[in-house]
């Protein structure tokens, strides 16, 4: 495979549904528990995929580990949320600096701005300071299969109870994640739920349960338009109060007739129900009928998590000896997520050559992956931590990948448009801003109030095991920053020209590393350290190969 053809943006076949991939990709192996080399590259490979970056120290960690007991430890998320957002921007509403605004309510448009810039630089706060775990991935994952946008619903607290939500059931029971999407503040506004009455049924949300968030639209025969519409009957009657923002089911904007379903559905009924519970009862039997279709419900979110995690195609290999069978298994365990997680990362399928270094580094991987792999240090203050954590969103959001607001409900479109799925993120615009961005971090780092964040290139050097000998300095780097491998004809030109000044012997860049660490004060000892190191890490950053996770 070539792993530099994404800068050519070559189209591949890829579709939805499985089909064959002559010419394009075989890979055979299965959901066999893997046993085979258990080192770097192995562990590297896992933690890019399941957490933002591998640091060095994380790496470490998970060489005490067997590959069950790190993918164990990984699943083990935390029941205690984080804690909240704070304030940290001037505009009044009665919250101190430095406190929460997630219990205080506001219509103020300029107040809810700033709330949700908060919560957005929160979030990558918490990426970037993340624990040894799935979770902030699988937040994000969640985040982009149940999209909502900020720009529509224009509520921080609407915005930080959405993410919780997420972040809550992350790898919890699916079905009861769809049942509390369906009543979340944010999501009844942005697919328009708090607007469904029974006198104009409204079918935003009915269509996109169907089509988005659990059966797809790939599946033949599917779910028809008059089951769009009675299942948008049965979502009637719930409300937010527009002075108060409280969600509420209101009995008279209930449609109490019964629902008749297509034949794909057996034909169901739900039976029209009144009172203060009858929208929950109903949504309640809706669900049970969505969720019999369980084979068409389980592939389809199955492959999603197999898009964001492995490869965006799926061959018929793929789809006989991976996907049905951890479909199967999401069946077997009542919807519970993480056992489909736990097989699919134990597995051989997940650790095959073919499944590493072959996905594009969305945005936010490529930014907080840097920063955490660069052991950034962030300001002390919440004020200037909040500034410095905002600059990673929005820089990721120029290229592409604005959290909090994908561009439509669909998500992100690396994640299904056919065929070029994740090499979308890949443009001749993308591209340089992705260059120049680390090449800013590397060289001067970025600036604001006063107070930078910078990529330290010799402190990144001191964290590896024998940063004195050129050749180990290479492949030690490369190990954490790259996931394909450099050819030794170039590292041996990259050596010479950059660590070695163009000289020949490596104990020329040896004494220079000595001569540092024997007298680190010295100015100039340093500074011939300091540009060495900085145009070897610039020059990795620049090269396609970094771009590849």
């Known amino acids: 495979m070539d792993r530099r053809a994404f800068l050519t943006l070559r189209r591949r076949a890829a579709e939805s549904s499985p089909v064959s991939y002559a010419g394009t990709r075989r890979i055979d192996t299965g959901l066999t528990v893997y046993t085979g080399p258990w080192g770097t590259k192995e562990i590297v490979h896992l933690l890019k995929r399941t957490m933002f970056g591998a640091k060095n120290s994380d790496i470490d960690y998970f060489k005490t580990l067997s590959t069950v007991q790190a993918v164990n ?104 994640l769809v049942k509390l999407v369906t009543l979340d503040r944010a999501m009844l506004i942005y697919l328009n739920g708090a607007l469904n009455v029974k006198e104009a049924p409204d079918e935003n949300y009915a269509r996109e349960l169907m089509e988005l968030f659990t059966l797809g639209k790939e599946n033949y025969p599917n779910y028809t338009e008059p089951d769009v519409q009675a299942a948008a009957r049965v979502l009637t009657g719930w409300t937010i109060d527009e002075t108060t923002d409280e969600r509420s089911f209101d009995p008279e904007k209930h449609d109490t007739g019964n629902k008749t379903f297509s034949s794909f559905f057996n034909n169901t009924v739900i039976a029209g129900q009144s009172g203060p519970t009858g929208g929950e009862t109903e949504l309640d039997a809706l669900l049970d009928m969505i969720f019999a279709k369980d084979v068409e419900v389980s592939e389809f979110i199955v492959r999603k998590i197999y898009r964001w995690f492995c490869y965006y195609i799926i061959d018929a290999n793929t789809e006989n000896n991976v996907i049905k069978p951890l479909a199967q298994l999401f069946r077997n365990s009542n919807w519970e997520i993480k056992p489909v997680l736990d097989a699919l990362f134990k597995s051989e399928h997940f650790f095959d050559p073919l499944n590493q270094g072959c996905l594009i580094k969305p945005p936010i991987d490529l930014y907080v992956g840097a920063c955490r792999e660069f052991n950034v240090s962030f300001p002390a203050d919440s004020a200037r931590q909040y500034e410095m954590w905002e600059h990673i969103y929005y820089e990721a959001g120029v290229i592409q990948q604005n959290i909090g607001d994908p561009p439509s409900v669909s998500g992100w479109p690396a994640y299904y448009q056919l065929p070029q799925f994740h090499e979308m993120w890949i443009n001749n615009d993308t591209l340089p801003k992705r260059n120049i961005w680390t090449d800013t971090m590397i060289q001067q780092g970025y600036t604001r109030n006063g107070q930078t964040i910078k990529f330290d290139p010799i402190a990144f050097a001191q964290s590896l095991p024998n940063p004195g000998d050129p050749n180990a300095l290479i492949n030690d780097s490369l190990d954490i920053l790259y996931r394909v491998p450099l050819s030794d004809e170039s590292k041996t030109v990259i050596k010479r020209s950059i660590l070695l000044a163009n000289q020949l012997e490596d104990y020329y860049w040896t004494n ?23 145009a070897l890490y610039k020059y990795f950053m620049n090269l396609a190969e970094y771009q590849l996770s």
């Open 73 to 176: 430890a990984l699943l083990n998320v935390p029941a205690t949320p984080p804690s909240p957002p704070v304030k940290h921007y001037s505009e009044n509403d009665g919250v101190a600096a430095g406190a929460t605004w997630v219990n205080t309510f506001s219509a103020d448009g300029d107040v809810n701005r700033e709330r949700i810039n908060s919560f957005k630089s929160w979030w990558v706060g918490r990426m970037i300071n993340q624990e040894r775990n799935i979770l902030e991935k699988m937040t994000l994952f969640w985040h982009n299969h149940f999209a909502t946008e900020t720009n529509v619903y224009g509520r921080g607290i609407f915005a930080y109870e959405h993410n919780a939500m997420l972040r809550a059931n992350a790898l919890g029971n699916f079905k009861t």
């Open 512 to 534: 220079e590393w000595t001569a540092f660490i024997t007298n680190p004060n010295d100015a100039m000892a340093r500074q011939i350290i300091t540009t060495r190191l900085t």
